[in-house]
């Protein structure tokens, strides 16, 4: 996050090893064996390093929360395939990195080294030629390939239901018990709504949903048109998007903020060597935020997770409460040879090239966050990606202590200890389910778009 001359404490960053995945389907039978592969000698080792750097109070910083999603292996059909050792240089070609819902699956042990980073074998043979034909075609050289929305809504993505790699005080719930608990639903409306239970008291966490995007992607374009996001102490919600071998396959947080700020930070999360020009800030809306290491550095172990993150002060009603006041608006994040790319359009700006389907960034305008790929090849340290939708409660970021009680920072004037009257954000989720009534998320749709000639 942007600090500008405020000295915040160092959050403790707590690191699990990262399974390999890229969400097509959720492997049930790796349930059990996720809490032992957690307690993993290599976990043990980054903890340490990180809990070291939890002495040094007076480092300025961007977010710090560890969000190793913890993957679970998966191919196409829930089969856990055996360690791949496929792999080909990066490039800036895209032909053929569109899976129809697959991807390689590799043993978390096999991450390359962050010296040599290495692109993912594609999953798919058809190119992005061929899905042109046969997908609905654009005037504006982007085609759809895959749009999300109404009763098919939930068709598309798999459920996580483990527990939160983030440490929040939260219980993700599975497809039938989100359903049967009215924590997922199509209202009237047409549009799926993912909530936070408001029971008033609970025990261990209280519950929420998490879902994985089956398609694969290495490049693109993603609309996310929502009316709704959730928003208040002790929220964390996100809609982002990560490969395997987290973070060499790259995360990208699109849409992210906790507790009760008003404004959306951006954030790019990679293995080593993916860094940003001193004059990116004069092509963006946002601004790169300030923290205790390197800003142009977007490699997360060697910032302690800091990456590179973009922070839009600007922007009037991109984030929580002010999102929902008008009736939220359209995300886009293009995913391309240029780099990686972030608008937002408010409901009543919303571009008719995105109403028709046919997305012409080129004439957006400036965007909220551009990260270039000048000195970060977008298909090297990004690849096989997936979209997570999801509300934490909580965690490594929004219940941290130096965050819980701070005020003046991201739009939130009054600290959440203030607002709330409880001195720890656990204590105030697990007794207060009715202060969640506006957690929760209402999506119209998630639309892929590919290029044949852009990405």
């Not at 849409?255 to 092509?283: K, R, Y």
């Not at 142009?296 to 984030?319: F, H, I, L, M, P």
């Not at 002010?322 to 990686?340: L, Q």
Request: with cysteine; aromatic share 10%; proline share 4%.
């Amino acid at each position: 996050m942007h600090i500008s001359n405020i000295i915040l404490p160092l959050l403790t960053l707590s690191v699990t090893t990262p399974l390999t995945a890229s969400a097509a389907h959720i492997n049930p039978h790796h349930k059990k064996s996720l809490a032992a592969q957690h307690e993993l000698p290599k976990q043990v080792k980054r903890e340490n390093v990180l809990a070291g750097t939890h002495k040094n109070k007076v480092k300025r910083l961007v977010k710090k929360k560890k969000r190793a999603t913890c993957q679970v292996k998966f191919n196409a059909t829930s089969i856990v395939t055996a360690p791949s050792t496929a792999s080909e240089t990066a490039s800036l070609t895209n032909v053929g990195n569109w899976a129809n819902a697959t991807s390689t699956a590799t043993d978390s042990n096999s991450a390359s080294s962050s010296s040599t980073q290495q692109q993912q074998q594609p999953s798919s043979t058809t190119s992005a030629a061929a899905q042109a034909t046969t997908s609905s075609t654009s005037s504006s050289g982007w085609f759809k390939v895959e749009e999300w929305s109404g009763n098919s809504f939930f068709d598309h993505v798999n459920f996580w239901e483990w527990n939160d790699p983030t440490h929040g005080t939260v219980d993700y719930l599975n497809r039938g018990d989100a359903w049967n608990s009215g924590l997922i639903s199509i209202n009237s409306n047409n549009r799926a709504v993912l909530a936070v239970d408001t029971t008033q008291q609970v025990s261990g966490g209280r519950k929420s949903v998490r879902v994985h995007g089956n398609r694969i992607f290495t490049g693109g374009l993603v609309l996310f048109d929502a009316y709704h996001m959730p928003t208040g102490c002790g929220t964390w919600p996100a809609w982002w998007q990560n490969g395997p071998n987290w973070p060499e396959g790259g995360e990208i947080d699109i849409l992210e903020g906790v507790n009760s700020f008003g404004q959306n930070q951006v954030s790019l999360h990679t293995g080593n060597g993916c860094s940003m020009p001193n004059t990116m800030n004069n092509n963006q809306i946002g601004q790169l935020t300030t923290g205790g290491f390197d800003s142009y550095n977007c490699a997360s172990y060697a910032t302690s997770n800091q990456g590179c993150g973009v922070r839009d002060e600007k922007t009037q009603n991109a984030y929580g409460a002010g999102f929902n006041s008008i009736g939220g608006g359209v995300y886009a994040m293009r995913w391309s040879k240029a780099g990686i790319t972030v608008w937002f359009f408010p409901r009543n700006a919303i571009p008719s090239d995105i109403n028709n389907d046919e997305p012409n960034p080129s004439s957006w305008g400036t965007p909220m966050a551009h990260f270039p790929s000048d000195n970060c090849n977008p298909y090297q340290f990004f690849y096989d990606n997936f979209n997570i939708i999801n509300t934490s409660l909580c965690g490594d970021w929004a219940g941290a202590d130096s965050v819980w009680n701070y005020a003046g920072y991201a739009g939130q004037d009054q600290s959440c200890a203030a607002q709330t009257g409880y001195s720890t954000c656990s204590d105030y989720v697990l007794n207060s389910g009715s202060s969640f009534s506006e957690a929760y998320w209402e999506v119209s749709y998630v639309k892929y778009f590919n290029s044949t000639t852009e990405v």
